[in-house]
């Protein structure tokens, strides 16, 4: 029988991602096939190494050799340590080996991830072919076979040598420890299509020479031909991986469970009055299915945490539930076994989605009666929580079917700004003194009221003249509202008297009725609405009423904080643009959370979960019950629409688990944290440990640690980078826009209603978990915040004083080299003064562009320090924690301190807009926002070009013109380096 040995050449390699901290790498390859291992020398630092190695491997059989895989790892060398640093792998299949004769081919395969958190880039040169050789002739295979002589001895040497290498090289990380380690199981790729065998070289040479010339031919057509197809083929592979990479938990890990599916069961005989139930039991876990009545389908699914299960095997038990006579002794019901089915653990076959569901099958029942004819249909099977049967499974880690427990998703109820133009009434019927020879009311004085659920707001006050009993009053004023679908059915419009307290008449208007209006060119209808008096027998008519009234969709509701949104598209879908990119966040699991309530009156416990919330969408992780270390590894993603967002995740105990209507208890919060879009890289997996702190009456304290995972990926650059130039909210803020004191009403309206809504969700979203994610308290008045603020203003400050400082000692020679140097500078200012401008942007070009080596890395925690938590008094605590109005001094005291408080608290609020500013222009020089300021460095470099070539004069008097412009010529948007401005990354969404 012919032997085979394949060879395959490594060639070389195109860049390698730097592993070596400085910039490049020592690379060398590894080669495994069929238990044989080869290696390469090391390339030193060098990213595009080349090896030009020839590497043997012999083919034990050779008719397997095409479902072969050649695997082959690439490392960096690392001499100071004992493990060598991954660079990336490749995989082929024994399938596109070319035989030698051929023209084998230079194929370079792109360096494949071991796992997602893995930076690989790069790609490998390799031939690979192999060689049969000739057998001998047929009388010497003959003497061969019949001695029965053993393998050449040189075959046993090389052969024991390559064992021995093998057991002697470094082990390198294969794919199962990656999985103890906990890293996310990676997705094999899937084998290219097989290629069809070439004749076998004996039955090519029994063929005559024309033949085996075509024969040949045929055989490299058929070999290009597949090549060809391999590779569209490999491509397409790659291709559908990377768009279903989103669709794995490739940010969380694989948490292993072990799913029951007990579909029905089938009984013999069974009586008209019994209940019939099953009853799983691992070691020490049991539960029952529910009962109803025999031969009916459960269709219920169980899920056991694998790693918590303390026992190998798995009984599923049938029962039959029988009313028996009441006594002392028992219950009224009688439990008998009907039999029961094992299974070992050990032999559970495995099921990883898209594979279909696991069918249920029929399982004889065995029982100690010898009963015969009972059976049971179920599925058992080994998953993970990426199970579609998980979201309906009884969990055993979170308290079973229990609402309260299960993790949900929740979306915001769509929100709208409703404008009332109040016009005008006509023909009021004003009322008159009580008795017939009273004088009628003089003056009054009117003012429409209009009510919208629980809003009510009113117009100013009229005084009209009393010469006649009807009068035509005019207002012309904008009452606003916030709308949430499904809208109230109506709003009820009233105009009353101030004088005498009464109202003169009202009407309602139906909101299915009310247009809706995108921008503010087309104004709506008017409309005239007659208004009823108070006793419609008495007084039908009491005048009507002029108004325009329209649902605005070109707004945006705001119903978070302005520093934290997380949505600024409009209302209207039509005004809102394509998705720039997606946010996934992997909630892995918490450590060291601090027990919040006692369990059983003896120890102390905590149910903890986890709240996310970015745009309208909140998620909602399960409820881990009885653990201070809890592993979620829930995986969830956003669309989103603007980089300057913030996304707000929040930790709570459950406080509604195992609580009815009248010992309802609330969710105590564990802490927060935010993570601003805008200062994450693209593409990048961000996995850290962050604290978490949470402020209470008795000071700050540290209630445990979160671990997440994130990954903002954009589809497209340009539209990331255009977003910088865009507004940051729709057109209608800034054409129309409403007041700061009109602006802080709608928002606390705005979260009243998102509150209420979610609310009355099932399973609730508690208000006090709502309201601690949405920031509802930042109005109040807090000694704590406000010098936070104060110190954030002074540390903008200090940079000023730093190059005052510099200044002055330039002036004072306390280092004589830079006087000199600033001499020379002066001087050259003073020759060449079109210079200067040219010579700052390319300072501040330079000067940046070396500070992103050192730039900040991301903090997405909250920073106890800035928060000001550690220096906090107890009485500035119970100013911060007292309620509202105060309850600690007499009347009049209380007055003048909530006065005093509602001052300070819009003190605060202008202390944190300036100190904003000042971290926006900040955030141009320190890459907090890397796209930011690479826009900014960009500029400055072609800025510095422009004015070397424009001339200063010609700046200066542009400048001057372009700014004295007349206002025809102006729009009413604000300018491009406005929006970039305001979309820099403050620092007040790290303030507790």
């Not at 790609?123 to 009388?139: M, Q, R």
């Not at 009054?444 to 009807?470: D, H, M, N, W």
């Not at 970015?614 to 979620?632: A, M």
């Not at 003064?833 to 330079?846: D, E, N, Q, R």
Request: with cysteine; proline share 6%.
């Amino acid at each position: 029988m012919a032997s085979r040995k394949l060879t395959v050449e490594v060639c070389d390699a195109k860049n390698l991602m730097p592993k070596d901290g400085q910039g490049t790498a020592s690379a060398y390859v590894i080669l495994d096939f069929e238990g044989q291992r080869r290696r390469t020398k090391t390339i030193f630092r060098d990213l595009n190494p080349q090896w030009g190695e020839k590497l043997e491997f012999l083919v034990h059989d050779v008719e397997s050799m095409a479902s072969e895989m050649l695997e082959l790892n690439v490392y960096n060398d690392k001499k100071s340590v004992k493990r060598s640093t991954f660079l990336g792998k490749v995989k082929i299949a024994g399938s596109t080996f070319v035989k030698s004769g051929e023209e084998v081919p230079l194929i370079y395969y792109p360096l494949e991830k071991r796992s997602v958190f893995s930076q690989i880039k790069g790609e490998i040169g390799l031939k690979v072919w192999y060689v049969d050789e000739e057998p001998p002739p047929a009388e010497e295979a003959v003497v061969e076979k019949s001695d029965a002589t053993p393998p050449p001895a040189e075959e046993e040497k090389k052969a024991a040598e390559a064992v021995t290498k093998e057991k002697e090289e470094e082990k390198q990380p294969t794919l199962e420890e990656s999985k103890k380690e906990g890293n996310p199981q990676e997705t094999p790729k899937p084998d290219t299509a097989a290629v069809l065998p070439p004749p076998a070289a004996s039955e090519v040479e029994n063929l005559p020479l024309s033949q085996q010339k075509n024969t040949k031919k045929a055989e490299k057509s058929i070999v290009a031909e597949n090549m060809k197809n391999i590779d569209i083929e490999s491509k397409l592979f790659q291709k559908i991986l990377n768009s279903d990479r989103r669709m794995a938990f490739d940010l969380v890990d694989q948490m292993p469970f072990l799913y029951v599916r007990v579909a029905k069961a089938k009984i013999s005989n069974p009586d008209a009055d019994s209940l019939v139930y099953a009853k799983l039991v691992i070691g020490t876990h049991s539960i029952k299915t529910k009962s109803q009545a025999a031969n009916k389908d459960w269709d219920q699914v169980f899920a056991f945490d694998k790693e918590g299960l303390n026992s190998t095997s798995l009984e599923v038990s049938v029962w039959i539930e029988k009313k028996i006579p009441e006594n002392e002794n028992n219950n009224g019901v009688s439990d008998s076994c009907m039999g029961t089915v094992s299974f070992d653990l050990q032999e559970v076959p495995k099921r990883v989605p898209p594979d279909s569901p696991l069918a249920p099958q029929w399982y004889s029942l065995e029982a100690e009666q010898n009963l015969e004819g009972n059976d049971i249909m179920l599925s058992v099977w080994v998953g993970t929580q990426a199970d579609e049967a998980f979201q309906e499974a009884w969990q055993s880690d979170s308290g079973g079917l229990i609402p309260e427990t299960r993790a949900k998703v929740y979306l915001s109820p769509k929100l709208w700004y409703l404008r009332l133009t109040v016009i005008q009434a006509q023909d009021l019927q004003l009322a008159t003194g009580s008795g017939t020879n009273e004088p009628k009311v003089r003056n009054p004085e009117l003012y429409v009221k209009a009510q919208l659920g629980t809003q009510l707001f009113k117009t100013s006050r009229i005084s009209v003249g009393s010469s006649s009993i009807s009068s035509n009053p005019t207002w012309n004023e904008d009452l606003i509202f916030v709308a949430a679908e499904p809208f109230e059915p109506f709003m009820i419009i009233t105009v009353e008297d101030v004088t005498n307290g009464q109202a003169i008449g009202c009407t309602k208007v139906q909101m299915a009725t009310i247009d809706k209006r995108t921008e503010d060119k087309s104004e709506p209808r008017s409309r005239w609405f007659n208004l009823i008096g108070d006793d419609q027998k008495t007084k039908p008519y009491g005048g009507r009423i002029h108004v325009r009234v329209c649902l605005e969709g070109g707004y945006h509701v705001l119903d978070e904080a302005a520093h934290v949104t997380s949505d600024v598209r409009a209302t209207a879908k039509q005004l809102s643009k394509p998705a720039i990119g997606l946010l996934e966040v992997g909630i892995r699991g918490a450590t060291n959370l601090l027990p919040v309530k006692t369990k059983d009156g003896t120890r102390g416990t905590t149910d903890a979960y986890v709240v996310a919330k970015y745009g309208p969408k909140w998620v909602r992780t399960r409820t881990i019950l009885d653990r201070f270390n809890p592993w979620w590894n829930e995986q969830y993603t956003w669309d989103v629409y603007d980089p300057c967002t913030v996304l707000t995740i929040g930790v709570f105990d459950n406080g509604r688990y195992k609580h009815d209507e009248a010992g309802l208890k609330k969710d105590v919060r564990l802490g927060k944290l935010r993570v601003r879009l805008s200062t994450l890289d693209t593409n990048r997996v961000y996995v850290g440990t962050y604290s978490l702190m949470v402020l209470l009456p008795s000071g700050a304290k540290k209630m445990g640690e979160i671990e997440i995972a994130l990954r903002f990926s954009c589809s497209s650059w340009i539209s990331l980078i255009q977003a910088y130039a865009n507004p940051l909210l729709p057109r209608l803020h800034y054409v129309r826009p409403f007041g700061a004191a009109q602006q802080d009403i709608l928002r606390h309206t705005a979260m009243r209603i998102v509150t209420a809504r979610l609310a009355r969700s099932e399973p609730a979203l508690g208000q006090e978990v709502v309201q601690f994610m949405l920031d509802s308290d930042t109005h109040m008045w807090s000694m704590r915040r406000s010098k936070a603020n104060w110190f954030r203003v002074v540390g903008c400050l200090s940079k000023a004083a730093t190059i005052a400082r510099w200044l002055n000692g330039i002036q004072t020679w306390v280092h004589p080299p830079t006087t000199i140097l600033v001499h020379i500078l002066l001087v050259a200012v003073v020759l060449y003064p079109h210079l200067v401008v040219p010579t700052i942007f390319m300072y501040a070009f330079l000067i940046i562009a070396l500070r992103f080596r050192y730039r900040q890395r991301i903090q997405i925690t909250v920073d106890p320090r800035m928060s000001h938590v550690d220096a906090i008094s107890p009485d500035e605590l119970d100013e911060e924690f007292d309620g509202f109005p105060t309850t600690q001094a007499t009347d009049q005291v209380r007055i003048r301190y909530d006065r005093l408080r509602a001052l300070a608290g819009r003190a605060q609020t202008l202390l944190g807009d300036v100190a904003a500013q000042g971290e926006r222009l900040e955030a141009l020089f320190n890459w907090r926002d890397p796209r930011a300021t690479g826009i900014f460095v960009v500029f400055c470099l072609f800025a510095s070009l422009l004015f070397y070539v424009v001339p200063f004069k010609v700046f200066v008097l542009g400048s001057g013109l372009y700014y004295l412009r007349h206002p025809r010529f102006r729009g009413d948007m604000p300018s491009v380096p406005m929006n970039f401005f305001r979309r820099l990354p403050p620092l007040s969404d790290q303030i507790l």
